[in-house]
């Protein structure tokens, strides 16, 4: 393999993609003092108060240490709390503080700001091509993941803006879910 070859290999894209993006965002969001992981946090528990934290890492396909640490984090800075679930005692729900929401209503436009400079390059086709790839992508290999993503809404209502921009397209089946929230294998016969 050749250097061309392994600057052009996708995972090697992605991996540097994804570090630009998160330069972008924490360049765009310095001013109030959150990093992707936490403004996905913050995101989620604005729409979903008192998510439990199990749930709360599928929603953002984070593994529970990822989760457990950047909840640590935002709860010493009085953005969130954790307090035992009405639910079940074994799980800590998750909600956000005043002073979380405010935080959160200050970073939505640097948020969109860091998104908008992230897809800069890109003419609006190239942009709406890109996210198709991307979650075809993140689909077809979803089984490989080290941690689940699982989204709050159904798959359905999910609309990406990808799908707001295109004609409607057929989706293909998902395999089944097990409990982990991992694809299940193909039954075959």
Excluded: W
């Excluded at 061309?4 to 003092?33: M, N, W």
């Excluded at 799908?163 to 097990?178: L, S």
């Amino acid at each position: 393999m050749t250097l061309k070859d392994l600057y052009q290999r996708p995972g090697f894209l992605l991996r540097r993609t994804h570090q630009i993006s998160a330069a972008v965002f924490e360049t765009a969001c310095a001013s109030v003092g959150l990093t992707p992981a936490q403004y996905g946090v913050l995101t989620v528990l604005a729409s979903e108060p008192g998510l439990d934290q199990t749930r709360l890492a599928r929603a953002l396909a984070f593994d529970k240490v990822t989760v457990m640490r950047v909840c640590k984090g935002l709860e010493e800075r009085g953005m969130i709390e954790r307090r035992m679930s009405e639910h079940s005692k074994r799980q800590m729900a998750v909600v956000l503080t005043p002073a979380g929401k405010k935080l959160l209503q200050r970073a939505r436009g640097p948020a969109e700001q860091a998104y908008q400079r992230l897809l800069s390059p890109l003419t609006l086709t190239q942009r709406q091509q890109l996210i198709e790839i991307l979650e075809t992508l993140t689909r077809g290999l979803a089984a490989d993941a080290r941690a689940p993503f699982v989204p709050l809404l159904p798959p359905d209502l999910v609309e990406t803006p990808a799908e707001t921009a295109t004609a409607p397209k057929v989706r293909a089946a998902r395999k089944p879910r097990t409990n982990t929230g991992r694809s299940a294998p193909a039954k075959r016969g």
